[in-house]
């Protein structure tokens, strides 16, 4: 089992920045790819991005490639979520996710956390 806990969500306006944080305990975590998704009401689930154990295979959807950057801290068992030039559009409930596999799109993880809401306004 891996647990999952993020945090750092909020409200802010556009043109803003949030960091979320994503706390895993559990099973050996180098097993997998760490990575977050989104959705947002009404719509299907988004596929944000991905980073590999050592960090040296990462993946970033078309819509946030250059404003959100995903890195991790194998020592803290954490992994980030860097968003940058947030539009209301990236409004969404933001879930940390963990993967056996490689991803470039949405498919159910391994493991999921419970979400994060990030709100922002125009």
């Known amino acids: 089992q891996v647990q999952l806990v993020e945090s750092g969500g909020g409200s802010v306006q556009a043109g803003g920045s949030l960091r979320l944080s994503c706390a895993a305990s559990?099973?050996?975590?180098?097993?997998?790819?760490m990575g977050w998704s989104r959705q947002a009401p009404g719509k299907e689930r988004e596929f944000v991005g991905s980073?590999?154990?050592?960090?040296?295979?990462?993946y970033s959807a078309d819509p946030v490639k250059g404003r959100f950057t995903i890195s991790r801290d194998n020592d803290k068992n954490t992994v980030y979520l860097q968003m940058n030039s947030l539009k209301p559009e990236d409004t969404a409930v933001y879930y940390c996710?963990?993967?056996?596999?490689?991803?470039?799109?949405?498919?159910?993880?391994?493991?999921w956390g419970q979400g994060t809401q990030v709100t922002v306004s125009s």
């Open positions: 996710e963990a993967n056996s596999g490689y991803r470039t799109r949405w498919v159910e993880p391994d493991y």
């Open positions: 559990g099973r050996t975590l180098s097993r997998y790819f």
């Open positions: 980073i590999s154990w050592s960090g040296a295979t990462r």
